[in-house]
């Protein structure tokens, strides 16, 4: 594939997820689900409203800049509400959302490229992320979670650029990567891990290399590529970043941009200082109660998201007929025959989450064998100066996977499933490697997998799109496209 066809493919993929955002934004005038919160809270920094926020800023500054350049467009206020605390097209406050997630499927194929130089690999984890129905349902309302996943991606990506320049540019680049993770946790706190699953990457790419050294009795300052004549891969690089210029670019940096971030809303809201504030949001969120429906009907414990078993709804709403004005608030009509749905699920792709895990678990059992069959064998041990691409494509994928899901296990307060959205993005990478080797493959019968997964991940977001963009449904529609009873 020429560098031509790989930039109009990444623009292909572009287009597609800005006009599966953009089309129809304005559908549902009021606010929907978390809207309530976020919607509001970046009109109040418009309108100087103190308040209370359970999360860092970051994403309520960047929703309330969007309204402020939304009130200023001479077009989309054909349709107005109060709900936020001004009167406002639900344009105004959508849009800066609508158009951060286009991007996210394109910095996806971006670190899919940087990771292995493959620019059928970086299409097909592009396309993949575009196909995704959570991300496509969180991009088109005014929430938080697309920042945490694009800073923290950003970050990641930063970092990669960084290891193919030197000197001043990688001076450059890593300061910018700093700056994309004290951004993800200037969103959540969870963009934490993020910059976990990159200081566990380098950790173990200087482990390998200290691992050779000692077992070779080599040197540890001899460059890698003196010992052996294959070239780095872009992650063996790493070891080329020492522990001062980590703690500096990806530590000091990160903690001094998620401070900055706070100073305008402390200037809003003086009830509480730098620390305070902090204290204030931990004591928050260990309140919120137990993991169970009784607290929340869509609570979700971390094991539930891989296998989708507990999406939710963030708008329900009926009519009796198609020709019916949209429902925005209020409560449902009664059932009736010929009732038409209007539903937003926060689901994912279920052919792309389910075979995504496939993949993901491959990825991990072929990791662990390289290190128990060598062990089981009673072989030696050895470290080999440079691992393969794949390899290293593998550890970043699965590290930076359990990075992301495992935090959680600890978390005893109520979740749901849109907290699985950092780690589920590398299941998407898993699976595009996956679909990629298959297709290379010199067996037919391998290659006829990848198309098959491929064909069936489009199939799968087109069959499931009513219920991401919340089109009318009649019953029998709604009931089809909901296989289980837990997905209600």
């Given at each position: ?45 418009l309108t100087n409203t103190p308040f209370f ?144 699953g990159t200081y566990l990457i380098w950790v ?72 305070e504030v902090h204290r204030q949001i931990l ?206």
């Amino acid at each position: 594939m020429t560098k031509n066809w790989f930039r109009i493919g990444l623009l292909a993929i572009f287009i597609f997820s800005f006009t599966l955002r953009f089309w129809g934004l304005d559908r549902f005038n009021t606010l929907v689900f978390d809207e309530v919160y976020f919607a509001k809270f970046g009109n109040n920094y418009l309108t100087n409203t103190p308040f209370f926020n359970a999360h860092p800023p970051l994403s309520q500054y960047i929703i309330g800049i969007g309204i402020w350049i939304g009130k200023h467009v001479p077009f989309w206020q054909q349709q107005v509400n109060g709900l936020a605390g001004s009167l406002l097209s639900p344009w105004n406050y959508r849009w800066v959302n609508a158009l951060t997630g286009s991007f996210i499927p394109v910095v996806v194929a971006a670190i899919a490229y940087q990771i292995s130089h493959r620019r059928s690999f970086a299409l097909l984890a592009g396309f993949f992320t575009a196909c995704d129905g959570l991300f496509l349902v969180e991009s088109r309302y005014a929430l938080n979670n697309i920042y945490i996943v694009i800073f923290g991606l950003l970050g990641q990506w930063f970092l990669l650029l960084a290891l193919e320049n030197q000197k001043r540019q990688r001076a450059l680049w890593l300061i910018a990567s700093g700056i994309g993770f004290g951004a993800s946790i200037g969103t959540k706190w969870n963009g934490l891990w993020f910059l976990l699953g990159t200081y566990l990457i380098w950790v173990t790419a200087w482990l390998l290399r200290l691992l050779h050294a000692y077992l070779n009795k080599q040197p540890i300052n001899k460059p890698i590529n003196k010992i052996d004549t294959k070239p780095l891969t872009p992650l063996e690089k790493l070891t080329e970043i020492n522990i001062l210029q980590m703690g500096f670019y990806l530590g000091i940096i990160p903690a001094l941009i998620y401070s900055l971030i706070w100073i305008p809303h402390l200037r809003l809201d003086t009830s509480y200082g730098f620390i305070e504030v902090h204290r204030q949001i931990l004591n928050f969120h260990l309140h919120m109660g137990g993991n169970t429906p009784d607290v929340h009907p869509y609570c979700a414990a971390w094991y539930k998201w891989p296998l989708m078993t507990r999406p939710m709804a963030y708008y329900y709403q009926t009519t009796r007929h198609f020709s019916d004005p949209l429902p925005v608030m209020g409560p449902n009509l009664p059932a009736a025959d010929g009732m038409v749905i209007y539903d937003v699920h926060a689901m994912g792709n279920p052919f792309l989450w389910w075979s995504g895990m496939g993949a993901m678990l491959f990825l991990a059992g072929w990791l662990l064998s390289k290190i128990v069959i060598p062990l089981w064998k009673n072989q030696p041990l050895s470290v080999p100066a440079t691992l393969s691409i794949d390899t290293w494509i593998a550890i970043f994928i699965v590290f930076n996977y359990a990075a992301n899901l495992l935090p959680w296990v600890k978390v005893t307060r109520c979740v749901f499933i849109y907290h699985y959205m950092c780690a589920v993005v590398y299941v998407f990478l898993a699976i595009a490697w996956f679909v990629d080797q298959s297709l290379r493959s010199y067996h037919r019968e391998l290659r006829a997998v990848g198309v098959t997964v491929s064909f069936l991940i489009l199939v799968g977001f087109i069959f499931w799109m009513p219920i991401y963009l919340g089109l009318p449904l009649t019953s029998e529609g709604y009931k089809l496209r909901m296989w289980f009873n837990t997905w209600i």
